[in-house]
């Protein structure tokens, strides 16, 4: 049964637009200003506060700005390699260091986030290029793949998803497991989730065309880069795919999963009833949260 602080805080999210003194939740069109959604976001970001338990420090990944979180002792020579959400058009160390600190204090792992540039600056493939750039600078730098596990949220992880197709294809060592928390695997967002759950999740209306629009520019969505559903994973680590059922998600991640485990693939598939988008970043702020954040920890300390 679906915790009463859960529904409390989803509650809140949904109707956000009342706090800004809005009778109705935001629609993106057209209008969308992305400098405007970006500013807010680092905004907000700016304010919150790291664990005193972990460390920053600001590192040039051949050329793409990163940052190591620390946590106290961690395990020597592992990585967690994080790739922050954002829809594809927003999103960076600066958003995304405190939820990153979480998984390095709870896995107790050094853990890398990136800055991969954005749509509609820089659309397919920059932010994939980026992330295939700072795998091979992990690896450069003499971390052993088998001790590196790749993860993400959002359109992060979409981008963990399309980072392994992208690795196998080059045919660079692959990482020992990846997680994926409510990817958007067919960015066509033709799955029916995004229809009957529309109202259910926290994206705003209209969001998902847009946004994805910017990061499309025009490409094929039927390739596997773009669009991990159509990926060959034959030969691909362990994954684990995590997603709420009211998410636009939903449909998407069943799909993936299904197909990875055609391929072989030995995958994680959790469902969680009545969650929202990426819901395992709110920890603590509910158990259904936590109890998926530390899942997925698991997962990292297994692999």
């Known amino acids: 049964m679906q915790s009463i602080s859960s529904k409390f805080f989803i509650w809140l999210i949904k109707n956000r637009h009342l706090f800004k003194f809005k009778l109705r939740p935001e629609v993106v069109d057209e209008s969308f200003s ?30 793409v700005d990163a940052e190591w979180i620390t946590p106290e002792n961690p395990a020597e020579d592992k990585v967690l390699l994080y790739i922050h959400g954002g829809g594809f058009i927003s999103g960076s160390c600066l958003t995304h260091r405190m939820h990153v600190a979480k998984f390095a204090v709870e896995c107790r792992i050094r853990s890398l986030v990136f800055d991969y540039r954005l749509a509609p600056e820089n659309p397919f493939p920059a932010a994939l290029d980026d992330c295939i750039l700072v795998y091979k600078w992990l690896l450069k730098e003499g971390f052993n793949p088998d001790n590196i596990v790749v993860g993400g949220e959002s359109a992060g992880a979409s981008l963990t998803l399309a980072l392994l197709l992208a690795l196998k294809s080059e ?98 598939l959790r469902k969680w009833e009545g969650m929202i988008h990426a819901f395992p970043l709110l920890t603590p702020l509910f158990p259904e949260a936590k109890q998926a954040f530390l899942e997925v920890c698991d997962f990292v300390k297994k692999h």
């Open 171 to 268: 045919k660079v060592v692959l990482p020992s497991a990846a997680f994926s928390i409510s990817p958007i695997t067919d960015l066509s967002c033709s799955a029916k989730s995004f229809e009957y759950n529309a109202k259910n999740d926290v994206a705003p209306m209209g969001s998902w065309s847009v946004w994805t629009n910017f990061y499309i520019a025009g490409s094929d969505t039927k390739n596997p880069l773009l669009s991990p559903l159509f990926g060959n994973y034959e030969g691909i680590p362990p994954l684990y795919i995590c997603v709420g059922t009211n998410e636009i998600h939903l449909d998407d991640c069943v799909n993936v999963a299904k197909v990875a485990r055609d391929y072989g693939v030995d995958v994680t």
């Open 34 to 63: 992305v400098k405007k959604f970006r500013d807010e976001i680092d905004k907000a970001s700016a304010r919150v506060k790291l664990p005193k338990s972990v460390s920053v420090e600001k590192v040039s990944a051949d050329g």
